[in-house]
Each structure stands twice: as C-alpha cells, then as structure tokens.
C-alpha cells in the first residue's frame, strides 16, 4: 500500500487542522493505521492509531482530548483532526500502516508498521 499525507499548514496556537492520509492499493479496511510526528530535534513519536474496525481507537496522552483520528474504508482514507494546537505540537506528521487481522493489538509502535506515508509538516505559531 502507498499513502500520501497532506493537510499540513501553518495555524496559530489555539487553531484547528485537519490531516488526511490516503491509501492506494487493495485492502484498506485490512489494515491499522497510526499517525507518528517528528518535531525538531525530536525522535519519532506515537500520536493515534486506529484498527481495522473503528472502534478500537489509541491516542497519546499528549494529545489526548485535543485530536481525533478516523477513517473511511471506502475512501480509503484515514484523517487525523487536530484542535486546541499548541506550539508543541509542530512536527512532520507521518501516516502509517500496517496489516492485521481483527483480533490483533491496535499497534501503537512504529516498528511494528510497514508502510509509511511521506509526513506532512505541521507548524504551530504562538
């Protein structure tokens, strides 16, 4: 599978974005798909991931509140909505997916995930 970030953008602290992730290729609704960030001068780190079904959701605790992810099987398509941003939050945003069967762990490390989107750059003035 391939994806293709977009959405990212420059907003003030306080404001709302919204990131899209879409897939090409068969089998969407077969895998977990997360979304990592890289601020600078940082490691890699976990935001959301969401599996196959739903309703099996994970969020950071740093974000916890303050994003949703979601997506749509048939668009192929996983967004992450971001609100209340904060100058912390400026990153390059990386999706990411995985295949799993539906009894698996939601994965929430990024070593455990096979394809990786080309990250969209968030910045968050104060």
């Known amino acids: 599978v391939q994806l293709q970030a977009s959405g990212g953008g420059l907003v003030q602290a306080g404001g709302s974005l919204g990131l899209s992730c879409a897939a090409s290729?068969?089998?969407?609704?077969?895998?977990?798909m997360g979304w990592f960030r890289q601020g600078p001068g940082k490691e890699r780190e976990f935001v959301a991931a969401?599996?196959?079904?739903?309703?099996?959701?994970y969020y950071a605790d740093s974000v916890k509140g303050r994003i949703t992810i979601s997506r749509d099987n048939a668009a192929k398509t996983v967004y992450l909505q971001m609100s209340s941003l904060k100058p912390v939050d400026t990153a390059v945003y990386y999706c990411?997916?995985?295949?799993?069967?539906?009894?698996?762990?939601?994965?929430?490390?990024?070593?455990?995930?096979?394809?990786w989107g080309q990250g969209t750059l968030v910045t968050v003035s104060s």
């Open positions: 969401i599996h196959r079904s739903p309703s099996s959701i």
């Open positions: 990411a997916a995985k295949s799993v069967i539906l009894t698996a762990s939601l994965p929430i490390s990024e070593e455990l995930y096979n394809y």
């Open positions: 290729g068969h089998s969407f609704s077969r895998y977990a």
